[in-house]
């Protein structure tokens, strides 16, 4: 069965710069959500759209952006990239909300990496 | 507030012992919906179940099983017969569904070592 895709699955950046990471929901699904995930912690809820309109926002610092485009698909954009950013960044995503599963199924994340 | 506790950072056990991951949830809210999820040291996250605060019938699923009580708040989860493959840390969460966003509040996590 087709997963949560997340793009690239690696990432270095240095300090101050700029960085776009991607996420392809499964086929039928219209929410997703992102996620940071620091070393030996429990994932952060950043943010979450519902058929392409943001639906909830978390602990996303002001730095970043991120919009649900018509095919669903996600892109988080990072700038004025932190030594703090490095981090785990996962993409889940679920089910619509007329017969949603609950359920959040979870890309394979991107290793975000700044020097 | 709602609240996941896992109060086991670490355990560790030799192949083929059983284990049992405890969570413990807080919540007002009659209806709401946990979860388990493994994370292997390669890092997905991988959606292990579901249980629903309506249903309180556990769950087998091979070598996994899930206790739900809501009498106590908790969703334990045992792994009968270990197995190396299952080292990874677990996390247990909590969902209101609708009524949060559809958001996960997450246990801070339960690494799992099976050593052979």
């Known amino acids: 069965a087709a997963g949560v895709i997340q793009s690239p699955r690696h990432l270095i950046k240095e300090k101050r710069e700029t960085a776009t990471l991607k996420c392809y929901p499964i086929?039928?699904?219209?929410?997703v959500y992102w996620y940071q995930q620091g070393p030996g912690q429990d994932p952060q809820f950043l943010i979450s759209?519902?058929?392409?309109?943001?639906?909830d926002k978390g602990s996303i610092p002001d730095r970043f952006s991120a919009q649900q485009f018509s095919d669903y698909h996600s892109e988080l954009n990072m700038s004025s990239l932190e030594l703090g950013d490095s981090a785990l960044y996962f993409c889940?995503?679920?089910?619509?909300?007329?017969?949603?599963?609950?359920?959040?199924?979870f890309g394979p994340g991107t290793r975000l990496t700044v020097t | 507030a709602q609240k996941v506790t896992q109060a086991q950072t670490e355990i560790s056990v030799v192949e083929k012992e059983d284990v049992t991951l405890d969570c413990v949830y807080e919540?007002?809210?009659?209806?709401?919906?946990l979860f388990w999820y493994k994370q292997p040291p390669s890092g997905e996250l991988v959606f292990l179940i579901r249980?629903?605060?309506?249903d309180e019938q556990n769950e087998i699923s091979g070598r996994y099983s899930w206790n739900f009580q809501k009498s106590t708040s908790s969703f334990n989860f045992t792994i009968t017969a270990s197995q190396v493959v299952d080292s990874a840390v677990y996390f247990c969460?909590?969902?209101?569904?609708?009524?949060?966003?559809?958001?996960?509040?997450w246990g801070a996590g339960t690494k799992l070592i099976i050593k052979p």
């Open positions: 919540t007002r809210d009659t209806t709401y919906y």
């Open positions: 969460a909590l969902s209101l569904g609708m009524d949060s966003n559809y958001q996960l509040i």
């Open positions: 086929p039928r699904h219209d929410t």
């Open positions: 249980r629903n605060s309506f």
């Open positions: 889940a995503s679920s089910s619509g909300r007329q017969k949603p599963t609950y359920e959040q199924y």
């Open positions: 759209f519902y058929e392409k309109m943001q639906s």
